[in-house]
């Protein structure tokens, strides 16, 4: 369960990449977290959205992405779900420098960023969409 929890949801389209990492940056400071943490939370979203619009939806003109965060206690669990192609291999995609898109020159870090800004991420995906959740515990309210 959680103390609390919003939900939005945009269509896949890079200028909202700014909107969905402001709004759960936003959502966030409820915790009262350092500027560091708040820096670490648009990152990994900000990549996860990005993600979502360009590889998950590439094929497609609009899709939609939906952010989920929920806050317990000192931590916040983010989940941005898009209901594009997938991802092939999992494995793959999370090693450093794999890009499935170098015709747009990415640098194919996507992941590796959520992980080092994140204290967690699983990723799910089949051919109807992708879930990433991830997780940050926050050190100025130190709970447990």
């Known amino acids: 369960m959680y103390d609390n929890m919003m939900k939005v949801e945009f269509l896949s389209k890079s200028q909202n990449e700014s909107f969905a ?15 560091e943490e708040i820096t670490d939370i648009k990152t990994a979203v900000s ?11 590439k094929d497609k003109k ?4 939906e952010i989920t965060a929920e806050l317990n206690k000192n931590e916040i ?3 941005i779900v898009d209901h594009g192609c997938g ?17 747009l020159e990415r640098s194919g870090m996507g992941f590796t960023v959520m992980e080092t800004f994140m204290d967690s991420v ?15 515990k926050f050190k100025s309210l130190d709970i447990d």
Do not use: C, W
């Open 21 to 35: 990492r402001v709004a759960v940056a936003a959502f966030a400071s409820q915790l009262d977290p350092t500027i």
């Open 47 to 57: 990549e996860a959205v990005t993600n979502s619009i360009i590889h998950g939806y």
């Open 62 to 65: 609009d899709g939609i992405v």
């Open 77 to 79: 669990t983010i989940i």
């Open 87 to 103: 991802i092939d291999d999992i494995e793959q995609a999370r090693e450093p420098l794999y890009t499935s898109r170098p015709d």
């Open 122 to 136: 699983e990723i799910e995906s089949s051919k109807t969409g992708t879930k990433i959740r991830m997780k940050k």
